[in-house]
């Protein structure tokens, strides 16, 4: 993710490192220099530490895959019941958190539900045909490379032939916490979502605009990311693939309903009721409000339980974020390139604030909107922009790695605060973007 931000700074290096001591470090790093320093401090302190640690543990005994990653125990489970059991019993909770306890005995309390639409389960029951250790590792090599598939089809498209910066994109991108242990080491679904954006996106730059909404369909494995994209691409008039969307969904319905049966959509419907109440829906939230990013979470964490005047204020407030976000969609729509990579930016970092929840594995989506937030400011040749996004995408990387610990201890979520302030920045540079236009149809109006 932040390497797309830390090469941009480093592009105008006179100006992002102007008191670089060349007489103590010697001249200032160029793009091979940072290259080699940030793939070595990966390997030596991210991967070489976390194999040795963990090789040792299932090697000696003192863990194992399943208790190391227990949030794969879901999908695992999940899959387990639609192989075993009638399909109808999949959103059975009993039978769910029996089966997870088999797997695994919870380690604080006991497992909640699994909300996934059955064609998640569809998909894990092929994994639940082996032991759960093959499954996990099959897995995360599967997630690796849907995430790698997905920075791929987006950083190409924006920053093409530019091997050395796509190069610290990728290993950023690698080393971002949410990804490397929210969502790899954890064996979370999040690099489904950045898979389906980037091709998206990279489909829609290739003029194919129901393949865009086709991909963006595999979305549906969990709607509240849907919940701005979907109207994004109504006030875009991103028709085409608007259909492409919804014909994927449909293909992805009836494929659950074949297996499954008609039945397990009421069902689905009923637990998804359940789930939201336990998520705040129904005033009081019952989740680890420290391992959120929404700001709603962030309402419950910060107050320990909203008041009617904190909820005032949050309704407020994503009321008047939502509508200056839904009226610059709407004018972006005739944008070029530049209008268009702020509108999908800022589209996907709102969706992961203006929510009701996202768990900070997540936030991995951000990546895609940093890098297409830089790319629009490479296009409109912003110096300043560029290293204030730079800057900032720096800075979340680095919070991304201890905020959950200082949520827990202190009820802020630092991560949320910043992803506001990036939101807003997007927003303010879109405005600005449609502004000139504006002001240019105008003056060649007037000119004939």
Known sequence: MDGAKLPMGLKYRGKFLPHWPDRILGPRPGMKEMNLVCWGLFVAFLVVPFCVVRWAQIKTGSGSIRQLHSDFVYFYGVGHIMHEYPS??????????????????????????????PFVALFFSLFARVPFDLAYLLWLGISLALYLIGITATVKEVFPRERLKISLIFCFALAFYPFFFGTLANGQLSSVAVCSVGIAIFQERHSKPFRSGLALSILTYKPTLLLLLVPMLFLTRRFRTLFGFITGTMILILVATAFAGVQIWPAYIHLLSYFGHAAGLGGHSALQLWKYIDLSSFSYAVSRGRSRAGLGILICAIGTIAAGLAVLLWRSARGGSPAQYLAWA???????????????????????????????????????????FTF???????????????????????????????????????HRLIQQRSQQEKSEMFAE
């Open 88 to 117: 109808v019993r999949l959103y059975d909770y009993s039978l769910q958190r029996k089966t997870f306890s088999d797997i695994y005995p919870a380690r604080d309390g006991v497992y909640g539900p699994s909300p996934y639409p």
């Open 346 to 388: 800022a589209t996907l970092t709102w969706t992961l604030l203006l929510n009701v929840y996202v768990p900070i594995y997540d936030s991995v989506l951000v990546t895609i909107a940093i890098i297409l937030t830089l790319g629009a400011l490479r296009d409109l040749h912003s110096r300043d922009a560029t290293h204030w």
């Open 392 to 430: 900032m995408a720096i800075l979340i990387f680095a919070v991304s790695w201890m905020t959950e610990a200082f949520a827990r201890s202190h009820g802020i979520q630092l991560l949320t605060i910043l992803l506001a302030v990036l939101g807003l920045g997007q927003l303010f540079f879109l």
